[in-house]
């Protein structure tokens, strides 16, 4: 199964053992580049929407860390030419504490929406922004109960 955002021009390909791995792809479906092994577990791909600077083709997405119990967000550029160039290229934005998950660029690729839990043992997650670095992170909601899938709606 391919499952494609934006446009078509990235995917998250499943197997028939559940492992994924992302992958970029011209219209309509030529060009397949794979970015991620199939040994890093990725969710939730979004394509940053900037025209130019420096998140313009950067993708981010949720991972499970390897060696980590917490899944974080991390960036890799949609341009990188081969697996071990864009593993390489691979940037961790949040740092393994807690469970980030569901990251979405908002309308100019200047900050990343995403749902942060604190630990695998709290059932409470709040939205949060940040920089595209991990930087200047902010709680924007405080719900007694789980705020999840942060998206920052439309442009």
């Not at 391919?2 to 446009?7: H, M």
């Not at 199939?38 to 981010?60: M, N, Y």
């Not at 960036?75 to 949040?94: G, K, N, Q």
């Not at 939205?127 to 999840?148: E, L, Q």
Request: aromatic content about 8%.
């Amino acid at each position: 199964m391919i499952y494609q955002r934006d446009g078509g021009e990235e995917a998250d390909l499943r197997n028939e053992d559940f492992a994924t791995a992302l992958f970029r792809m011209d219209l309509p479906g030529r060009h397949v580049r794979q970015l991620t092994s199939w040994s890093l577990p990725v969710e939730g791909p979004d394509l940053s929407p900037a025209r130019s600077g420096p998140t313009k083709d950067l993708i981010v997405f949720q991972v499970a860390r390897p060696g980590s119990d917490g899944l974080d967000i991390a960036t890799v550029p949609a341009t990188c030419r081969s697996e071990a160039d864009c593993t390489s290229r691979i940037r961790y934005v949040t740092d393994g504490t807690g469970r980030a998950t569901s990251p979405s660029w908002s309308p100019d690729g200047r900050r990343i929406a995403f749902s942060f839990r604190t630990a695998t043992t709290d059932l409470n997650g709040d939205v949060w922004t940040m920089r595209p670095d991990g930087s200047d992170r902010r709680r924007v909601s405080t719900s007694p109960t789980f705020d999840y899938g942060a998206d920052w709606g439309p442009a």
